[in-house]
């Protein structure tokens, strides 16, 4: 009967569907970071843009910092080759199906777009099977050269095919010799003076110059060796060939009796790899020429190089990944008057397949330009993720100059890909992202804008003693001969695993950082303008105290470096707390305020007083029945096996018993019975109260979900910590207080008594235990958080002293939600009274997988609310409100086979996230309305007839808009949208009060939610 009765929270009216659609969008923003799997490289002197086209089909832009257009290829194709057509904001993609688009750079809304214009595929008849594409140095013409020989002259504008060389006839009128199976085409190059003329490579090494206005071969010459690339002299009469063996030669285009000199193998005579490609390019001095591999086979044929010669001077690019391509920037290309004098490089691009490096030609040493974007944010592969909104100016610049200071290697020069303009207006706040790297580095960057920037790199290496490896710095060895450089930042090698940043936590008020790893240690770090040198504290906390019977197996901590260091201006250790177990962290909690931290493992979690560099707490986690644990990974296979085998096989019997009986079938839950409930007389007195439901609503199918056992492995591992001051002991008085959450659904409250700030040095900070709260579910606590009677959650450390924050309502009555993986459930303070609840997973299957609460802000007015942000096992983003818990809106953002995407995910306190769609790329998208000025906004300016004039809507209409701009879709379940009555009614069931007596209709239902609260 008392079903019946029990509370449901208000029904949303019209006004809450408006504010709905205020508050709450889904919306992809940009794409941080370094494309994955990057398969093509083109440059726009002219309009000084840089396209980079991928192996998944991807195609992107990019200018002066912010400037960013991006378009996919339909389909399952990579990109082969990107041709700019120079100043008209045009390009041509040939792609693996052998397939040729036309792409063009419009104006779309006030900002620029790339749409694409045309398409041709390949046809069996005609261009199959590309191996070589060129384009014509006026422009007009893109050369396609095939495996089967022939050359196929294909209208730019258009993509139809004006007419085609077949290998008979450019092989026609050479020597008997040459003409013996030349085999596909290699390479083509247009004559940089005549566009006529045009050198057409084959692979075993025929090289013929073609005049494409009489339709004759001119000359061909014959180098017996295996071709890779051409190259024309800026005067257009000399060329240079590169071949496998390791050399190149120079050619007269008037003279095919011989070359102009002996090949050359710059690191010969022994067996060198292929030069794959190779510019010559004249400036005021001496010839410059660049190209890539090339090296001994035996000695040095697993680096990735590209060289640069230029009379004495010559250096190696030594990278850490494949070399895709390179482009020199020169100043003649930029010009509109033709200059055939001198190219005068002045920059060159090189793409690796795991980052791009740009160097300054023009700088003596040829160092290095310092990225504004493509940064590769997996130098060393991401750990954890951590987002600070709203970084005060004096933090920022003292990361600023920190930043500076480790740059002094990198180039003066601004950055020479500067086309387009950027439209977005300056950033209202500044923020940052956190990255803890598997090297044990931890990464600030700028994201802020549209340009992920990096400002600052922590080392946590020199306080283990470990040098650190600083892959851009110039060597200080001995010469070596070939003349090796490293270059760029991807460094995919960790000397040590257990470096490996697991948590971070920065209070940006405070200028405190905690960086937590894979070992036990947890390291506090404060900012400083200067360096210092100073012997760092360490702390040893051991987590199991007296449990006898535990044996750690897993990996030694890592030893603490004794003695006096000397640490950089920036981030510097002044405290390290080192566990024991030495198992990595999985929960991490920071109060600048009070000065404390609290760190969980898979056995415990501590809690560390780093003003006093004393350890005030412990707590084992661990259940008795497993202390014979041995390390942070999964228990006894044998143990789980059996235990698995015994559950599948009473899942089988107990389905074949409820098909049997399915019409007499119990209504009561066998687990009821025997599901054990403590409770203080507060919380015996949690019966539901309130409005009664509507007669009408009707409570939608729930799924069964298997409660997990007690005895489950890795139920002690804490995923949750809280610090709050709220009530704990009674309505009347108000503490500090930590929370602690478990794997197992088990909830710790702790006490807490912080000494006075005058105090604050003398006396010890005291931790008693008050509360324990038991999920009947036991499903994992994600996160917990404590919101005040105007349902704000209660603000973090100094905010409310530094005005960032509205002080919390202490008169009225607080309330704890609990986020689990299953549920979200709210409970009064202090007598943890049940309030709401939301069982998620019962209702749709779904597991909740990354939890926040963030604070939704409306344009045009002050009004905001917090709401809880949620990203699910299936990839769906949803966000239910704080003060009732119903769903505000839902989206498929990722898709569910995307575990690493999922797990990745981070929340702002905005409403934006960041998650990695690859190892080299994060993903960033927004659910307010307010913050989606972090997609690019930008503009690029052609000259006047480029591009015809806008269509009026009538003329659009009747065309039928033949333009074709693609853009991924996304599925999104508006805030707006009406609900229908079935719907509303099965909201309104799954959201009720909840009363913990046997009597409760959800327990007679099958509610798994029924908890074990006890007052210690």
Known sequence: MLKFFKKHPP????????????????????????????????????????????????????????????????????????????????????????????????????????????????EPAKVKNMSACALSTDSCTLYVGTESGNVHFIDVKTLTETSVVNMDAIIQNVPDDFKVSPGAVEAIASNPVNSDKVLIGFNRGLITLWDAKESVAENAFNSSLQLESLTWHRNGEEFISSHNDGSYITWNSRDSSAPIEPSVSPYGPFPCKAINKLQWKMTKNEPMIIFSGGMPRASYGDRHTVSIQQGDSHIVADLTSRVVDFVVVSKADEKDAVETERDDPHALIILAEEELVVLDLETESWPSFRLPYLNSVHSSAITCAQHVSNVPEQLWQKITDAGDSQNKNFSKREWPINGGKNLAAAPLTKDLLLTGHEDGTVRFWDSSTSCLHLMYKLSTCPVFGIPVN???????????????????????????????????????????????????????????????EQDLKEVKVNIMNDHEGF??????????????????????????????????????????????????????????????????????????NDLSATSDTAMSRRKSLKKSLRESFRRLRRRRSEKKHKDDRPKKDDRADTQHIE???????????????????????????????????????????????????????????????????????????????????????????????????????????????????LPEAFEVIHERAKAPDMEGQHSVIICSEEQLKTFTLPALKPRWKNKITAIDGARLRKISFVNFRRQGDNYNEFDIACLTNTGDLRVY?????????????????????????????????????????????????????????????????????PESPQEAAATGGATVLRQPTVEVTPASEEPSQEARGEADATLTSVDDSPMDSSVISGDITVDSVRDV
């Open 11 to 122: 029904k949303e009216g019209e006004e809450r569907e408006r504010i709905k659609k205020e508050l709450f969008r889904f919306q992809k923003c940009v794409d941080h970071g370094f494309p994955s799997k990057p398969s093509a490289l083109a440059y726009d002197p002219k309009l000084r843009l840089l396209a980079i086209g991928t192996k998944s089909g991807s195609l992107r832009i990019y200018g002066t910092p912010g400037f960013e257009v991006t378009a996919v290829h339909e389909g399952d194709v990579s990109v082969s080759s990107i041709f700019f057509i120079p100043d008209e904001g045009r390009l041509i993609t040939a792609c693996s199906d052998h397939s040729l688009h036309l792409w063009e750079i419009n104006s779309r809304d006030g900002t620029s777009v790339l749409e694409e214009k045309h398409f041709q595929a390949s």
């Open 470 to 532: 600083n892959v851009e710095s110039p060597s200080a060895e001995e010469e070596e001969w070939p003349p090796f450089r490293k270059v760029g930042t991807f460094d995919p090698y960790s000397d040590d695993p257990r470096l490996a940043i697991q948590k971070l936590a920065l209070c940006a008020l405070s200028e405190t950082l905690v960086a937590a790893g894979s070992a036990g240690q947890v390291l506090i770090f404060n900012m400083e303008r200067q360096e210092r």
């Open 551 to 624: 044996v750690w197996k897993g990996h030694k901590a890592l030893s603490c470096k004794i003695g006096d260091l000397k640490y950089a201006a920036g981030f510097q250790p002044t405290c390290l707390m080192q566990l024991d177990p030495p198992a990595a962290c999985t929960a991490l909690a920071l109060h600048s305020e009070w000065q404390l931290v609290a760190a969980g493992t898979g056995q415990g979690f501590a809690l560390l007083d780093y003003a006093q560099k004393k350890e005030v707490a412990t707590r084992c986690t661990l259940n008795p």
């Open 679 to 793: 409770e203080t007389a507060a919380a015996a007195a949690a019966g539901a109260t309130g409005s009664e439901a509507a007669a009408g609503d009707c409570k939608p199918e729930e799924r069964q979900v298997e409660a997990r056992g007690a005895d489950d492995s890795m139920t002690s591992m804490v995923r949750s910590l809280c610090f709050a001051d709220t009530f704990i002991v009674n309505g009347a008085s108000h503490s500090p207080s930590l929370w602690v959450g478990t794997n197992g659904g088990h909830i710790f409250v702790y006490s807490l008594t912080v000494p006075a700030s005058d105090k604050r040095t003398e006396d010890y900070v005291q931790c008693l235990l008050a509360k324990e709260i038991k999920l009947r579910h036991r499903a994992p606590v994600l996160s917990i958080a404590v919101i005040d009677s105007k349902n704000t959650v």
């Open 881 to 949: 409100s704080v003060s009732t818990l119903r769903r505000q809106l839902s989206a498929q953002a990722l898709r569910k086979e995307d575990i690493n995407g999922i797990s990745s995910f981070v929340f702002t306190k905005d409403g934006q996230g960041f998650y990695l769609q690859s190892p080299s790329e994060f993903s960033r998208i927004t659910l307010s309305t307010s913050t989606s000025t972090a997609a690019p906004r930008c503009q690029l300016e052609l000259a006047e007839g480029l591009r015809p004039p």
